[in-house]
């Protein structure tokens, strides 16, 4: 029923920036309904959360990501985004985007993002 398509990874110098999309569609769906949230995994370790936004623009971060990382969502273009600042080799990671409705839960492709010089 959703279908999230990532964009915007790639490959960036320590101290760099990324900005991250992930667009949202399907057939009858409420955009504004869902949570989302940003999740990565780098190879041999679990995907951890990176950053959460709820349907009331409520957001949470990983300690590791707090104070570079934003989350923000625009419910009218069915978009949600993370602005990564500062960024470290320990970042590198393919990031999925992920959106919750009930007892339904949904997962981008995945954008990879790599950090090194």
């Known amino acids: 029923q959703l279908q999230l398509v990532e964009s915007g990874g790639g490959l960036v110098q320590p101290g760099g920036s990324l900005r991250l999309s992930c667009a949202a569609s399907?057939?009858?769906?409420?955009?504004?309904?869902?949570?989302m949230g940003w999740y990565r995994q780098a190879p041999g370790k679990q995907r951890e959360l990176v950053a959460t936004?709820?349907?009331?623009?409520?957001?949470n971060y990983a300690d590791s990501v707090k104070g570079r990382f934003t989350i923000s969502r625009d419910n009218a273009k069915n978009t949600v985004s993370l602005q990564m600042n500062s960024l470290k080799p320990e970042d590198t990671a393919v990031y999925y985007c992920n959106a919750e409705i009930g007892y339904r839960e949904y997962w981008g492709q995945g954008t990879q993002v790599t950090v090194s010089s």
């Open positions: 399907g057939t009858g769906i409420i955009f504004s309904r869902y949570a």
């Open positions: 936004i709820t349907t009331g623009a409520s957001t």
